[in-house]
């Protein structure tokens, strides 16, 4: 099986007809994903050809939605259309946003991923990868080719390290992977994966990816110790940033031993969580723990 994204699924773009649209477009198709249309206003009618396949343009999700079935749209629009894209997709009833842009304006995002949460649409990022179920679809920027169908659950705030441990773990591969995103407001958080990862059968241990900065990882370990029965492997970015900075994408500002990758290694090791100080040690946590439980 898989979370949030499964071959079943049925994919709008938002922004297809775009630089980083088109590209991504032809990716997410070469992945076998069911890519049923694109949306702009202005080119509504339209047809684009990637290879073997003409993806309809429509003038609305509302549109896409009603001639496709469509129950996921990736968004790629610019960000400041970013919050009007995605409020559209949630008026349409949308199951699924996956909001790759970034630099987002944290107001914007405060709004949208509210209203999405009112109108019952689940959102993706904003300023993330988007999700991999490998083998049967992939909703983002994610490289299908590095890793294969599998047993591990991989929930993660960082797009690069998310590619990282899929490559690493490739031999075992994963049920599915989802970049959540580093920005302060994202719309599905470690803990909603967590809970879908400790509820999929064919799901066996998640590795799970955090950064410095906030509490996330606090309130997810906090959460693993009262609801998550499968192994989980941790990993937290930032162990050699120095303290009062802030840092990259993320916006993490570590003030103290507030959201220190040593305290949040701690509040993860303290609930039975085997934490890496490596990438390549996180992997290597992960194949002894599947092995022993073979």
């Given at each position: 099986?898989?979370?949030?994204?499964?071959?079943?699924?049925?994919?709008?773009?938002?922004?297809?007809?775009?630089?980083?649209?088109?590209?991504?477009?032809?990716?997410?198709?070469?992945?076998?994903?069911?890519?049923?249309?694109?949306?702009?206003?202005?080119?509504?009618?339209?047809?684009?050809?990637?290879?073997?396949?003409?993806?309809?343009?429509?003038?609305?999700?509302?549109?896409?939605?009603?001639?496709?079935?469509?129950?996921?749209t990736v968004?790629?629009?610019?960000?400041?259309?970013?919050?009007?894209?995605?409020?559209?997709?949630?008026?349409?009833?949308?199951?699924?946003?996956?909001?790759?842009?970034?630099?987002?304006?944290?107001?914007?995002?405060?709004?949208?991923?509210?209203?999405?949460?009112?109108?019952?649409?689940?959102?993706?990022?904003?300023?993330?990868?988007?999700?991999?179920?490998?083998?049967?679809?992939?909703?983002?920027?994610?490289?299908?080719?590095?890793?294969?169908?599998?047993?591990?659950?991989?929930?993660?705030?960082?797009?690069?390290?998310?590619?990282?441990?899929?490559?690493?773990?490739?031999?075992?591969?994963?049920?599915?992977?989802?970049?959540?995103?580093?920005?302060?407001?994202?719309?599905?958080?470690?803990?909603?994966?967590?809970?879908?990862?400790?509820?999929?059968?064919?799901?066996?241990?998640?590795?799970?990816?955090?950064?410095?900065?906030?509490?996330?990882?606090?309130?997810?370990?906090?959460?693993?110790?009262?609801?998550v029965s499968?192994?989980?492997?941790?990993?937290?970015?930032?162990f050699t940033?120095?303290?009062?900075?802030?840092?990259?994408?993320?916006?993490?500002?570590?003030?103290?031993?507030?959201?220190?990758?040593?305290?949040?290694?701690?509040?993860?090791?303290?609930?039975?969580?085997?934490?890496?100080?490596?990438?390549?040690?996180?992997?290597?946590?992960?194949?002894?723990?599947?092995?022993?439980?073979?």
């Amino acid at each position: 099986m898989a979370i949030y994204l499964t071959k079943e699924s049925k994919v709008l773009v938002q922004g297809m007809t775009g630089g980083e649209g088109m590209k991504h477009t032809r990716r997410m198709l070469a992945a076998g994903t069911d890519v049923v249309g694109g949306v702009n206003p202005r080119k509504a009618g339209r047809t684009i050809d990637f290879d073997d396949r003409a993806v309809p343009v429509f003038g609305s999700v509302a549109d896409g939605i009603q001639s496709t079935g469509a129950d996921v749209t990736v968004v790629f629009v610019p960000p400041a259309f970013a919050k009007a894209a995605v409020m559209e997709a949630a008026d349409a009833g949308i199951g699924l946003a996956v909001v790759i842009t970034e630099g987002i304006p944290v107001h914007d995002s405060v709004a949208f991923t509210a209203y999405a949460r009112e109108k019952g649409t689940r959102i993706v990022g904003p300023n993330c990868p988007g999700l991999i179920s490998p083998g049967q679809s992939n909703a983002g920027i994610i490289p299908a080719d590095i890793t294969k169908p599998g047993r591990i659950g991989l929930v993660s705030k960082s797009g690069t390290l998310t590619y990282q441990l899929m490559y690493e773990l490739r031999d075992i591969g994963f049920t599915t992977c989802v970049g959540i995103g580093g920005d302060p407001v994202v719309g599905t958080t470690h803990i909603d994966c967590l809970a879908a990862f400790q509820d999929d059968p064919d799901t066996e241990l998640v590795v799970l990816i955090g950064e410095i900065g906030g509490d996330a990882e606090e309130r997810a370990a906090a959460y693993i110790e009262k609801h998550v029965s499968k192994p989980v492997v941790g990993y937290i970015a930032g162990f050699t940033a120095p303290e009062g900075k802030t840092m990259g994408h993320a916006g993490a500002i570590v003030s103290g031993s507030s959201g220190t990758a040593r305290a949040k290694k701690e509040a993860l090791e303290a609930v039975g969580v085997k934490v890496g100080n490596t990438p390549t040690e996180t992997a290597r946590l992960v194949l002894t723990l599947l092995e022993n439980r073979l």
